[in-house]
């Protein structure tokens, strides 16, 4: 008689971490099959710090540094929104003036009317939650095109806020909380301790999800690639922080000016929630489900047009905070607010980045680089004395380069079966 051995079942068999060699090659094979994620992005902010550090040693001291943040803020923050649109293969044509109309509310509020600015920034809120809402609607429900949709709130926008100022008065904003969004900084203390704090959830997210992965047997990078990831971010925040922590002003006696600015944790925040949303929750899942495919969403039960609805609030209430912080900037509010080149720098920002016009590829992250890209290039040609319309060149030549990449990698990623 023969016996048979059972086995015991135990736990998951533990998956090896690849070693850093693979792990790197298997990178690359990504990147060749046409996953190149923000590489370009990273690629060129890189290159244009370095050459404008090169031409103008002044672009990297700590009061052009501070002015790259608040320069790029509104725009970025602006951009944000338009990623979850543009995952839908949709666009909004209508997000500058949306930021215009929504800065118009609060400085009327705030100033005119004479309401606290918790009530004005509530006002503006409320006011971007109801454009999108409204746009949202007739894309999803009605059936109109959201480029059509959009150019005609362009065109609407602007006239609101025409009216709202009285057919061209400014009106200004001088409450202290607001214009300190953009105007004032944080203590050097303060900085050093949000820094440190930022590395710390990053690395404890990091290893947590190491454990996770590998507790589970699925496959986990190896811990010298999350150490690195952990040590990359602690430099790079060390770094800002301190040059941001130097002395800035021009007179100490009059002011002393320095720390780090006080819209750059409102961002980091607004990305770290916006990050959550569409790779953590299953809302963030549906937006790339139907991004990528809107029949396949349907049919696995997503409610598509809740979907678009909520893209086009999303995109409106950032640029709601756009335009509270483009407000504070400025400290006041004019007919041209939001328009210019503001809708033509998000969506070029939110491009650059690495999200597809395509739909369904993007990161909030992309709008975050992007919009660095654009400011540099505006900011380091202003230093090298160039006129707007070379900036206006510049600007749109690395934009339709961002565009030709993506074009070029989704084909490669179709011709390689990685799409």
């Known amino acids: 008689m023969t016996t048979t051995a ?5 736990p998951a068999a533990v998956a090896p971490a690849p070693s850093v060699g693979n792990h790197l090659n298997n990178y690359w094979r990504r990147v ?3 996953d190149i994620g923000a590489l370009p992005a990273v690629a060129m902010l890189l290159a244009l710090c370095i050459g404008f550090s090169i031409a103008r040693p002044s672009f990297f001291t700590a009061g052009n540094l501070a002015n790259l943040f608040t320069q790029g803020a509104a725009v970025t923050l602006i951009a944000m929104g338009l990623v979850f649109v543009l995952l839908l293969g949709e666009i909004d044509l209508s997000a500058g003036f949306a930021s215009g109309v929504c800065a118009a509310i609060l400085a009327n509020v705030v100033t005119v009317l004479g309401y606290p600015w918790y009530v004005a920034v509530l006002a503006a809120i409320v006011t971007g939650v109801v454009i999108g809402t409204t746009l949202g609607v007739l894309v999803a429900k009605v059936g109109i095109p959201s480029f059509v949709v959009t150019l005609a709130g ?3 926008f602007q006239g609101i806020v025409l009216m709202l100022m ?3 008065t400014n009106i200004s904003v001088r409450d202290e909380t607001l214009v300190a969004i953009a105007n004032r900084n944080l203590s050097p203390v303060l900085g050093w301790t949000l820094a440190a704090l930022a590395v710390v959830g990053y690395a404890a997210v990091q290893l947590l999800r190491h ?6 047997g699925l496959l986990t990078d190896p811990m010298a690639v999350v150490a690195g990831r952990i040590v990359g971010l602690a430099v790079v925040l060390g770094v800002a922080v301190y040059v941001l922590n130097l002395e800035r002003s021009r007179n100490v006696l009059v002011v002393s000016l320095k720390g780090v600015p006080i819209v750059v944790p409102i961002i980091a925040v607004l990305l770290v929630l916006w990050t959550f949303v569409l790779q953590r929750t299953s809302y963030g899942r549906h937006v790339y489900a139907v991004g990528g495919n809107a029949e396949a969403a349907r049919r696995a039960g997503i409610s598509v047009d809740r979907i678009r609805i909520s893209v086009f609030v999303i995109c409106s209430t950032m640029a709601a905070v756009g335009g509270i912080v483009a407000a504070s900037r400025a400290n006041s509010v004019d007919p041209n607010t939001g328009g210019s080149n503001v809708l033509l720098y998000a969506v070029g920002a939110a491009v650059i980045g690495g ?5 369904g590829k993007g990161r909030v992250l992309d709008a975050v680089l992007g919009g660095a890209v654009v400011a540099v290039i505006d900011n380091g040609m202003g230093l090298m004395g160039y006129s707007s319309g070379v900036k206006y060149v510049v600007t749109g030549v690395v934009l339709l380069a961002a565009a030709t990449i993506d074009a070029l990698s989704r084909r490669r990623a179709a011709a390689t079966g990685n799409r």
């Open 32 to 34: 060749r099959g046409g």
């Open 6 to 10: 059972v086995k015991k079942e135990g």
């Open 166 to 168: 009285k057919e061209g």
């Open 355 to 359: 999200t597809s016009l395509f739909g």
């Open 154 to 156: 362009f065109l609407a």
């Open 211 to 216: 454990r996770n992965r590998a507790a589970r």
